[in-house]
């Protein structure tokens, strides 16, 4: 719940939640963000959680102070954004609604410095704005808060591979070296570094899916981050979808469902990808 001028009561509760409470420093961290509308209640007017509508922002008190992020901050400076209006017709959600969205906590763009430079406790605390109302005239802004969580940042011991991470892409290209990234597979494959490198190469959409898929592959074979799991899954199904290898890609898709980690969003996903997988073996 919360509060806002003119407004008593937001009938809206909004989770924070992560996948993993320790994290090496300079890691990325994945963020659940949860929205539910309370039993008994109604919920009329609009909200929205997506990052790139930017009507939200996360609080985070770490070893060096107190970094208040807007949820644009969290995308890439390049990603199309614009603030979202509240529509002329509002939303109804009744008691019992829920949705969420996770997201990547890991840069600020504006400073460029990681998140979690320093290794000690961070507590995150997000909030979004949300309009309550039944028409664009009469709405009455209000912000609602979500619990806080508390995530421990261990030092690394693996300097190398690191500073490997740190590197930017750019620095390798222009001096000629091995892309830094590829560098990292080269050396402690096994490395917590070495799987977020594995999963950001696969996004690359310039590089065959054959190769993308045994990135995949190789993550989930190894030892590969709880929180980066269930997306890994979902990834491979897709491409391997793409690739008409239908009973792979349902295989992959499958374990998702199994998955305690995996948000309920993203299991929805898989059972999409599983159904369009069975429907062209069907036929």
């Known amino acids: 719940m919360a509060q806002g001028e003119g407004v008593d009561q937001v009938p809206l509760q909004l989770r924070l939640a992560t996948i993993t409470d320790t994290i090496g420093v300079c890691e990325p961290l994945r963020l659940v963000l949860t929205a539910t509308v309370p039993e008994g209640e109604t919920l009329t007017g609009w909200y929205i959680l997506d990052p790139a509508g930017g009507r939200g922002n996360l609080t985070i008190r770490g070893p060096d102070g107190e970094l ?22 509002p939303l109804t959600r009744e008691g019992g609604y829920s949705e969420g969205v996770d997201m990547w906590l890991m840069y600020q763009f504006r400073t460029s410095r990681f998140v979690f430079e320093e290794p000690g406790e961070y507590v995150i605390q997000a909030r979004i704005a949300v309009f309550l109302g039944r028409n664009l005239d009469d709405y009455k802004a209000a912000n609602v808060v ?35 990234l590829a560098a990292l597979l080269e050396g402690d494959g096994s490395s ?32 590969c981050p709880a929180q980066l799991a269930d997306l890994a899954f979902l990834r491979i199904a897709g491409l391997l979808l793409e690739e008409k290898d239908y009973a792979a890609s349902r295989d992959y898709a499958n374990q998702v469902l199994d998955l305690d980690t995996a948000p309920l969003w993203r299991k ?4 999409k990808l599983i159904a369009a997988a069975e429907a062209r073996l069907a036929n």
């Open 68 to 89: 208040r992020l807007g949820f644009p901050e969290l995308l890439d400076p390049e990603t199309s954004w614009e603030l979202s209006v509240p529509p002329k017709t």
């Open 146 to 180: 979500s619990n806080e969580i508390t995530v421990r940042v261990e030092d690394s011991d693996q300097r190398g591979t690191l500073r490997l991470w740190q590197t930017p892409q750019q620095v390798g290209a222009f001096l000629g070296a091995r892309p830094p």
């Open 192 to 223: 917590a570094y070495a799987s977020y490198a594995r999963w950001a190469l696969s996004a690359d959409e310039a590089t065959p899916i054959a190769e993308r898929v045994a990135l995949l592959r190789d993550l989930l074979a190894g030892d």
């Open 268 to 271: 929805e996903e898989a059972r």
